[in-house]
């Protein structure tokens, strides 16, 4: 198993800046991939940002030149800086980690942290 646990979320204006943090526990061997997911009031959860273990990232285009996904390996922890926030981006914000055991991928989800910017 693996634990993620978010931190940094919170009340913004729009156009300020926000950090969030994600600390993976656990069997975090071959946890490659990690990430970011949002979900807003009535939406589907979406993709924001992945990045793998050799540091190869994707963000959706919504974020992008917004936000930046970085990871720290020797803390088992990845990061998403967000800058330039507009209202469209509050949602509770979920770190991602997918654990690769050959032939098996496993998912594993935080608990989510609020973003909420205000116009």
């Known amino acids: 198993q693996v634990q993620l646990v978010e931190s940094g979320g919170g009340l913004v204006q729009a156009g300020g800046s926000l950090r969030l943090s994600c600390a993976a526990s656990?069997?975090?061997?071959?946890?490659?991939?990690m990430g970011w997911y949002r979900q807003a009031p009535g939406k589907q959860r979406e993709l924001v940002a992945t990045i793998i273990s050799g540091g190869r990232t994707t963000c959706a285009d919504s974020v992008k030149g917004r936000f930046t996904i970085s990871r720290d390996n020797t803390k088992s922890a990845v990061y998403l800086q967000m800058n330039s926030l507009k209202p469209e981006d509050t949602a509770v914000y979920y770190c991602?980690?997918?654990?690769?055991?050959?032939?098996?991928?496993?998912?594993?989800w935080g608990q989510g942290t609020q973003v909420t910017v205000s116009s």
């Open positions: 991602y980690g997918q654990r690769s055991d050959p032939p098996y991928n496993y998912d594993y």
């Open positions: 656990g069997s975090i061997f071959n946890l490659n991939v």
